[in-house]
């Protein structure tokens, strides 16, 4: 039975752990928190998961929260120019529903799931010393965990980063008691992405949290800009109600929404910062030892496009299938480095998704212009959050952009 | 190392909670020490096992054989599986005890630091 030591608790790691688990692999899964720490400590994300995303999950036995997640089935797009004018607003069709499970949540149940299962965990903060003896007691180490000194074992990718410093400044609510939109109709669950014109983006999930059913507020702000006004990290009240007079000023058809809406819970908020990078997939320790990295460990990304759940699910996939098809033979650098090109081959799209999101060239603003009138270009667009490769021949050069939306028109 | 495997759930009678988090001050002790089993172990293993003959704590551990803290806790943790290491509760374990905290306080009050 090959062993195998993960480090971190997320979507990526306990994902590979279950599904290794259930091939009778040996794993030894190391997480700083307990589940009982996880499920009473703060928000990490808002995690909305697509369609593509949630398949793989329950190919595997994982998505235990199917009869309580509110199931969006739409993506909507609003555009504000003018400071509380709405100059677009329509919305596309998802080819299946989305969901946002508050890691908390999941990650917590996703723990015990494993250890009922008869898997090992230890509950330790993993630094490089303790990795620097641990690995060579492994077939395979991978490390999951995107935050902590870990990250730095594995080296920036020059030619495929694009940015030196964080992108965005993002601040994160969990709130209830909204009403649904009142222009949707009844029984509505969509997703909502409001961009304001060179000041950042707001977006609301539907999701579920440890209270039940929540709305996820999240807003990015340019840096320097109006929404980037959490630096100061407020009390978890006095961030909600920044948020909410933010709302008022920029947005005022969300603020009508959300002007009773009370946080989940007073753990409910979140601020943060952090660069978009691609780092180098395999790390090499003191000891020669090698590890190989994981999920926004080695492709971290904006969260605008809200890939970073999806990106961690996709990358346990990629990796489980590559561990399978190992079968008994060394987990050495060269296999290490193939595992993660086959990851990229999907990432890429991801990063490159993400970093035209951050700032919209012409042609894009055009797609999201013309989405407002024809509806196939809008499912489209929004189908490209589900399966981001969908835009590889049609949305990133101005050329191929043209010619699509002159073929649907 | 090949350990045997015990699921945890077969030490605790198919409870896997509370679970042993191997807190620092945790202490662990070998409750029959087994001549033939060191052989089977790895080294780092081996020398845990040789020194919790007599009761220790996890910190102490770490700082005896030069050995992470991390690598400390799993390789503890492998050997309570496997049912070599007995690890005392701590006082994390009497959480909800309040008389059991109130003595914990009264001995740290006598202490003279």
Known sequence: ?409 | MRSKRIRPYALTGGRTRPRRELLVEALVSVPRYDPGLPDSLMPESRALYERARTRVSIAELSVALSMPLGVVRVLVSDLAAQGAIYVHPTAHAYHHDREMLGRILDGLEQLRI
């Not at chain 1, 589940?35 to 949630?54: H, N, P, W, Y």
């Not at chain 1, 490089?128 to 935050?147: E, F, Q, S």
């Not at chain 1, 007073?266 to 000891?287: C, D, F, I, K, N």
């Open chain 1, 1 to 409: 039975m090959r062993k195998i030591l993960i480090v971190g608790s997320g979507q990526s790691g306990l994902q590979l752990a279950l599904t290794l688990q259930q091939h009778g692999y040996d794993i030894t899964m190391m997480s700083a928190r307990t589940a009982e720490e996880i499920r009473g400590g703060r928000v990490m994300s808002t995690q909305c998961m697509f369609d593509k995303a949630l398949s793989i999950e329950r190919s595997h036995g994982l998505n235990l929260w199917d009869d309580v997640a509110p199931a969006m089935t739409h993506q909507g797009l609003s555009l504000s120019v003018e400071r509380g004018e709405r100059a677009l607003n329509w919305l596309g069709e998802w080819p299946g529903p989305a969901q946002s499970i508050d890691q908390r949540v999941k990650m917590a149940t996703w723990l015990e799931l494993f250890e009922q299962r008869g898997g090992r965990v230890v509950i330790h903060g993993v630094t490089t010393a303790d990795l620097n003896a641990l690995a060579g007691m492994y077939d395979l180490t991978v490390v999951a965990a995107g935050k902590g000194e870990l990250v730095q074992l594995f080296d920036r990718d020059d030619e495929r980063s694009v940015h030196t410093r964080p992108a965005r400044a993002l601040s994160v609510s969990y709130v209830d008691r909204v009403p649904k939109r009142p222009e949707r109709p009844e029984g509505s669950v969509d997703v909502w992405v409001n961009i304001v014109a060179g000041v950042g983006e707001n977006i609301n999930i539907p999701g579920y949290t440890v209270t039940g059913e929540c709305e996820i507020f999240y807003l990015s702000g340019i840096p320097g800009g109006p929404f980037d006004a959490f630096s100061d990290r407020p009390g978890p009240e006095e961030q909600w109600q920044r948020h909410l007079r933010l709302l008022e000023t920029y947005l005022p058809w969300e603020y009508e929404r959300y002007r009773d809406a009370k946080l989940t819970d007073a753990r409910g908020t979140l601020v943060g910062g952090y660069t978009p990078m691609v780092r180098r997939p395999v790390g090499e320790l003191p000891s020669g030892h090698i590890v190989l990295g994981m999920a926004d460990v080695v492709v971290a990304n904006d969260p605008v496009t809200g890939q970073g759940a999806n990106n961690a699910c996709r990358c346990a996939q990629y990796y489980l299938e590559g561990i399978l098809a190992r079968g008994n033979e060394p987990f050495d650098r060269e296999w290490m480095q193939q595992t993660f090109e086959a990851y990229w081959t999907h990432a890429q799209w991801v990063t490159k998704f993400t970093n035209t999101m951050l700032d919209p060239p012409e042609h894009v603003q055009a797609v999201l212009g013309v989405a407002q009138t024809n509806q196939a270009v809008a499912d489209r667009f929004a189908g490209g959050f589900n399966d981001p490769s969908d835009l590889a021949d049609w949305f990133f050069e101005p050329e191929k952009c043209q010619q699509y939306l002159a073929s649907v028109s």
